[in-house]
């Protein structure tokens, strides 16, 4: 939660930013902090959230480290932000999991995968082929997974909901098209240029790229589940389908997008100026990227062996990860794509009026 210490800092140092005004062409936060006087919980949560930790202002700020005002926004601005993580979240006594993520992560993807293995392996060692739900029951897949998936959804709609309420945006601001395109677009990571910082003076394009593979990964491997479900509910169509399938197809696609993404921003991390970056939150982090890591290589590596005596126990690991990754996303780094788009359809409101 943010403590009374950390809120009056992040309120003093807004208000020095609002005085200085140097950085106001740099990002939609420093507009968004002009159209304040004053700075109470709810705006602080929502100029964090609306941050995109691009770096700019850091490096062109007269007043930061080791000026004795010591503005360092985007610091700031990161452990507000898991605090709103904290804050928004639902049931309140799991907020604890932003700061304990890896060995939340661990247990929980652990035991799914050892009590899968241990309950289904007998059965699933005498299946043969590609066929998935010999080894697990197409219903029991659908019950396991939809259960998870609705738990996941429920608590980040009910993140959502209170993120609007803290940052006072209307469900109306949610029809900008401006707000949507800059989600899509990432535009805000490089937001005084055409490339990303790194480091002063130091700007690439790798940061983006690799952001918009994770993303648009994610997306595509939802896709394909969605078409495989809609093939076998609505046409009859049962798995495996063939390899040039739109399922294999946008799974292979997606599933190549959170191997880059993730591993090439687990290289940028390492190579980013680590005064960009809170070390508080290292944890949380680096446990989301593996676990996105570990699902996507997972899920490849079945695909590759589907037709292989590895596939049963393959396929247990896999759902394991994807299974630990659905419980976890409502309490791990994928929140912030939620309270960030939240704040862009506020801020896209602001600025109509």
Request: glycine content about 8%; overall charge positive; aromatic content about 12%.
């Given at each position: ?87 928004f979240c639902w049931p309140a006594f799991m907020s604890r ?63 959502l909901v209170r993120a609007m309420r803290s940052f006072g ?36 394009p790798w940061r983006r790229y690799f952001h918009h593979c ?140």
């Amino acid at each position: 939660m943010l403590s009374p210490e950390a809120l009056k800092q992040a309120q003093h140092v807004l208000t020095v930013c609002n005085a200085c005004r140097y950085c106001e062409a740099y990002c939609p936060v420093f507009p968004a902090i002009e159209n304040r006087t004053s700075f109470a919980k709810g705006d602080v949560m929502y100029l964090a959230n609306l941050c995109h930790n691009c770096g700019e202002c850091l490096y062109a700020c007269q007043y930061a480290p080791p000026h004795e005002f010591g503005i360092d926004v985007p610091r700031v601005m990161a452990e507000v932000r898991v605090a709103s993580y904290e804050e928004f979240c639902w049931p309140a006594f799991m907020s604890r999991a932003f700061r304990q993520t890896a060995t939340v992560i661990g247990p929980v993807v652990g035991s799914i995968v050892l009590a899968w293995v241990l309950r289904h392996f007998v059965q699933s060692s005498n299946s043969q082929g590609a066929d998935f739900y010999a080894v697990m029951p197409h219903d029991d897949m659908i019950k396991m997974f939809g259960v998870a998936g609705a738990f996941a959804i429920i608590v980040l709609l009910a993140g959502l909901v209170r993120a609007m309420r803290s940052f006072g945006a209307s469900v109306m601001s949610g029809f900008s098209r401006t707000a949507w395109r800059d989600v899509l677009t990432l535009r805000h990571l490089h937001a005084a240029g055409d490339d990303c910082t790194a480091d002063l003076d130091v700007r690439t394009p790798w940061r983006r790229y690799f952001h918009h593979c994770t993303f648009y990964g994610f997306a595509l491997c939802f896709a394909s589940t969605t078409v495989a479900a809609v093939y076998h509910s609505v046409f009859g169509w049962p798995a495996p389908y063939s390899y040039t399938s739109a399922p294999v197809i946008l799974g292979t696609i997606g599933g190549i997008g959170l191997l880059v993404g993730p591993l090439g921003l687990l290289v940028q991390r390492g190579r980013r100026d680590p005064k960009l970056q809170d070390p508080a939150q290292g944890t949380l982090d680096i446990s989301f990227i593996a676990m996105l890591l570990l699902t996507s290589a997972t899920g490849l590596l079945l695909l590759v062996a589907r037709h292989t005596g590895s596939m049963p126990v393959l396929l247990f690991i896999h759902l394991g990860f994807v299974l630990g990754l659905f419980v976890t996303l409502p309490y791990g780094k994928f929140v912030h794509g939620i309270y960030r788009t939240a704040a862009l359809l506020k801020y896209a409101s602001e600025e109509r009026r």
